[in-house]
Structure formats: C-alpha cells, structure tokens
C-alpha cells in the first residue's frame, strides 16, 4: 500500500522509471502520470541506485525525536487506561498530559477505542472496520472497476442557486445531464474518466476500449501517449 500521502503507486513508480529507460523524456513521462519532474527524477535517481527497492515507500519518521513524550509517561497513561477504562480526557484529567498527547500514544501502543471493548472486563469483543489488508488483485489488468456519476447541467452565468429559483421560466426544461464515466485499475490504481452524453452500453463498451487503450496499465510501456479527442477526458 502506498503512502498516504503518494501521488503514485509503487507500480506506477516502475512504469515511470520504465517509461524514462526505454528513452523517453523525464518531462514528458512526469506529465503523463501526473506528477512533477522533480518528483519524475527523485524516482529514476532511486531506482537506478537501488533497483526496485528504491521504489518503496520510507519512513518520514525523524531519526531522532528530542520532543516525543517520554517511555515512562506513556506507561503512565497506558497503565490508566488499563485501569480506568476510560477516555483520552479523563485520563488527561488523571496523568496531567494533553488529550490530544494521549490520544496519540494510546494508538502508538495498538489499545482499541472504548466502543470496541467489553465495559467489564475491557477487552476487544467487537470487530473494527479499519484493516492493514489492502485488497489488490496481483497484476495490472485482473480486475477494472467501472463506475458513472450523472451530474446536472449548470446553464452559463450560473444556475438558480446563483440567481435564484424565481429567475427559471417554469415552462424551460433542465438543460440534462452530463456522465462522468470513470475506470480504475484494480491492481495500480490508475484511473481513467472522461465526460459523456449518456450512460448506454454502447458508450460504456467504448468507453473502456478507450480506457484500456490509453490509461490502464499494459505489458509494456506504450510508444506515445495516447489522445482522444472526441469525448472530454480528465
């Protein structure tokens, strides 16, 4: 699973660094995928000093952290917890120590939230929703997920939100819909979406024709980029 905070998976990390060894420019590849040169050559300079290896995610943790609160006040308030059953505000009130401080060490140590544990004797009785497990199919191109959004037509100058609902002719019909048609690679996370007129089979068996030849990932890196020009692509 990629970083929170990554622009790209670690498979669209190799694609990149595949794309540049294969002779492409490192701005034309960067654009393509969305992100910034600066960022296309930070994962080239990694890959062609450690492989792919490189290409994984680091820790952003500092080496050193002379302002983390110390291991014996953290006990503390683990130790409280345990005993109390409480909240991150009592416990607070208990230790001396800021709510927001012991919220953040009750989840470095892994103890569950009140709502999960058994109020007698505090253990875990209920199953949580949050998972370490990142459901991914093993290779590009196993699994497409496919989804429409049918947004609504906003006429120029604004609809009557702007300009309010007695400006509307009652006899003016809506001006329709438009369909964002997107597809999403199961495995890397690539995503393709374009803007449509309808949602029919015809235009979605198209639409993926279009996806699979342009965006989703392939065996090997495409010699040009690809570029629609009949619907409205993002």
Known sequence: MGHANARLTVHARLLLVTRVAAGRP??????????????????????????????????????HQPLRTPMRVERQVVAVRVELRCGPARIARRTGVPTRTVSRILARHGLPRLAECDPLTGQRIRATRHTTCRYEHPAPGDLVHLDVKKIGKIPPGGGWRVHGRGTRPRTVRGLGYDYV?????????????????DERGPTCAAFLLRAAACSLPRASPPSRACSPTTPKTT
Do not use: F, M, N, T
């Open 26 to 63: 490192v701005a034309h590849v960067a654009k393509e995928l969305g992100v910034s040169r600066q960022c296309a050559h930070r994962w080239v300079r990694r890959y062609r000093s450690e492989g792919e290896a490189g290409l994984v995610d680091r820790s952003s943790r500092p080496r």
């Open 181 to 197: 048609h997107a597809a999403v690679d199961d495995h890397s996370r690539l995503a393709h979406a374009e803007i449509l007129a």
